[in-house]
């Protein structure tokens, strides 16, 4: 009777709640290792877009100043015509907006906008 009672307060991680834990931290793995390049993207994007917000004067250099970098550095989301340049103080201000998505599941899509 005693080994009864000891075997009901028995504690742990059953085989199915494993295999549970196991695929949920295969799927955060596989969303986090798609989300990676659209994150450092990102960066370069920004980079360039300073850039040549501070190499530029007209729209017509820093859209063609923003394309050199971005063949530099295989910037695909966006592009020198889709920058948005204004003018603030005499200082040329750059701005973009686009959003990428990762297919999760069937019709699922984990969407990331970003926007200066």
Do not use: C, H
Not at 69 to 97: C, F, H, W
């Amino acid at each position: 009777m005693k080994t009864l009672a000891n075997r009901s307060r028995q504690r742990g991680l059953s085989f199915i709640g494993l295999v549970f834990m196991v695929a949920i931290v295969v799927a955060v793995v596989a969303v986090g290792a798609q989300s990676v390049p659209i994150f450092l993207e990102n960066q370069a994007i920004k980079k360039a877009a300073n850039k040549a917000a501070a190499e530029g004067l007209t729209v017509a250099e820093v859209k063609a100043s923003f394309d050199r970098a971005a063949a530099i550095d295989d910037i695909k989301s966006v592009s020198g015509n889709d920058l948005q340049v204004t003018k603030v103080n005499d200082k040329v201000v750059v701005g973009y907006e686009y959003s990428r998505e990762i297919p999760l599941v069937g019709p699922a899509y984990l969407v990331y906008r970003f926007k200066k």
